[in-house]
Every structure is written in C-alpha cells, then in structure tokens.
C-alpha cells in the first residue's frame, strides 16, 4: 500500500448533549459519515461509545489517517483527544470495518469500560494495549 499502513488509537470525552435518544441519532450520524468517508480512503476501525467517552481505532493509509485524525480532533462533539497509540503496522485490527461501532455492554460490565478509559486519559502511553484488547472483546461480544 502507498505509504504503509498506520494506525491511531486516542481516547476522548463525549460532548454531546441532550437525552439519551439525541445521544443514539448523533452516533449513528457520526457512523453514516465515517462508514461512507472512510469506505472510499481504505480506512477502517472501531468507534466505542458511552456517556462519558469515545474510544476509537483508524487504520489505513498514513496520508488518509492524518488527515481525518485533524479532522476529528477539531470535531466539537467530543474534547480532551488523547493518543493512546500511534505507528505503522503489518497488519489492520478490524480489516471488516469501514468503521465498527462497539457496543459498550449495558450490565456491571460497563463500570470496567469506565474505569478503563479513565485509566487510559491519566495514563495514555501505558494504556493502548488495554484499550485495543477492549475494543476487540467487546465488538466479537457484541456479534
Ligand atoms: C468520535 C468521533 C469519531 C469520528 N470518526 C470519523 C471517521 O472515522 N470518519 C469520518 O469521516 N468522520 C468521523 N467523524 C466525523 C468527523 O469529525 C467529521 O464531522 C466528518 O468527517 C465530516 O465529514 P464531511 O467532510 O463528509 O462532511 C468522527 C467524529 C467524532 C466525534
């Protein structure tokens, strides 16, 4: 592939406001435009939500990724963009997803989603493993 693949791995906190059914109709938008956008640039990755955060994966092409990561970060729906991991790679984590969305579970499970992403903003460089392996449990439970 030109240039190689790249991926991002960040964190960030979810500035959206209203009910939790404006929060549903503003992610499945963001989902709409990352889906169709990402498709054509041979990007992929995941995207978790919950009330308080987002954590999300890009992969592709570096060019691609660092332009979409700049727009991202300017994005006003969430703040606080924190890297967790950054760097080529041999291979896509989620090469099936023009952009996955990650259900976080809605039983005591989600108080360690929680507990992990705040870990993730105090600690960024010790947290990417964690938060990828996260990531992937979560999307094959959520199958
Ligand atoms: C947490 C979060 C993740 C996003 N992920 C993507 C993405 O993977 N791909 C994408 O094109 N836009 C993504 N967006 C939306 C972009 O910030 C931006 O609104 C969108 O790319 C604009 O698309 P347009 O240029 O086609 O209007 C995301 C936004 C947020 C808040």
């Given at each position: 592939m030109n240039?190689?693949?790249?991926?991002?791995?960040?964190?960030?906190?979810?500035?959206?406001?209203?009910e939790q059914a404006q929060q549903d109709a503003?992610?499945?938008?963001?989902?709409?435009?990352?889906?169709?956008?990402?498709?054509?640039?041979?990007?992929?990755g995941a995207l978790l939500f919950n009330s308080g955060f987002f954590a999300q994966v890009l992969e592709g092409p570096r060019p691609a990724i660092e332009?979409?990561?700049?727009?991202i970060q300017c994005?006003?729906?969430h703040g606080d963009v924190t890297v967790l991991d950054s760097g080529n790679a041999a291979t896509r984590d989620f090469p099936e997803w023009a952009m996955a969305h990650v259900q976080?579970?809605?039983?005591?499970?989600?108080?360690?989603v929680t507990a992990a992403l705040?870990?993730?903003f105090l600690n960024p460089g010790e947290s990417g493993r964690d938060v990828l392996t996260l990531l992937r449990t979560l999307l094959v439970q959520g199958d």
């Open positions: 240039g190689g693949l790249f991926k991002i791995l960040y964190c960030s906190r979810n500035y959206i406001e209203g503003e992610i499945s938008q963001i989902l709409h435009t990352a889906r169709a956008n990402n498709s054509r640039q041979s990007i992929t332009k979409l990561f700049e727009k994005d006003p729906r976080t579970p809605s039983d005591v499970h989600a108080c360690g705040d870990q993730a």
